[in-house]
């Protein structure tokens, strides 16, 4: 099972997803409303004309009431959650303070992993006082521990240039540049190629707007996230046979990249605009593959509505 896309409000339809995925999701990523007030319009169609079609409101009585929608729906995720799951709850500044303690009260604050500052690349535009040009991804496991591959290559970046230059003057026999320290007598060896662990703050996955190459990318749903973001996402928490959910799906980014990682995904948003744009994207992904009497084309998303 898996591979679905739901029309409806999250807080209806994970229940019901609970019953029929009883083992849970492995990993949940959500990209609620931010608390940024009016209404988000879509750019659909070819260059992405704004058409003014409304995808959703993000509109608040202030933060209290931007709070009051998110706890029971953060609760009703931690239920569909499976025992080694995480949840990367993404966020701003307008509303990551105040969801940080919320979501230590409902997963427990020694569930809190850590957060990504997310740095989208679009660059400051405050006329005064500071631009805020980063967004923050709350971490949170359910149990005791939980799926992260910290070896995936996914999770490594390039080591500094001076760093190369200074420390790994030496090749192997294959002709591989490394490095070796030794720590506590032990000695350890890293390559250059392998490139190091990965910090907290990413800057090399730029936003939509940020960078046009992805404008390939782009469905013209608002707030849209970049794929290569949730690939990492997705690499990190998730292993090949885990079922991974977007409870708010947009675009269906999440489930785009899920799909492309052959991991099995559930996606439920309540803007039928979301819906319809994350259906197309997601059936131009599904290769059907030739029927034969005894295999069932399995990944042609069902939408229930
Ligand atoms: C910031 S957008 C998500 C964008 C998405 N990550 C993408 O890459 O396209 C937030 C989404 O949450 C959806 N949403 C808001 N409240 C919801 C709820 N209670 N249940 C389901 N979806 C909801 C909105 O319709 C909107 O599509």
Known sequence: MGNELVLGDCLVELPKLASRYPSGFDLVYVDPPFNAGGTRSAREGRGHRADGAAAYRDAWGGIDDFLAMLQPRLAAIRDVMSARASLWLHLDHRAVHDAKVLAD???GSRCFEGEVIWVPGNGGRRRSGPSVTHQTILIYRKGKDFIYNLDSPALREPYADTSLRMHFNNTDADGRRFRERSINGKT????ADQGRRL???WSDCPAMRANTPLIDE???YPTQKPESLLTRIVAAGSLEQSLVL??????GTTLAVAQKLGRRWVGVDQSPLAHRIA???LAKLVVEPRQTRRTRAPSRPSVRD
């Open 105 to 107: 009260r409902i997963f």
């Open 188 to 191: 350890y060896r890293y390559y």
């Open 199 to 201: 910090g907290s703050v």
């Open 218 to 220: 782009g469905t013209g």
């Open 246 to 251: 977007d409870p708010m799906c947009g675009s």
């Open 279 to 281: 259906k197309k994207r």
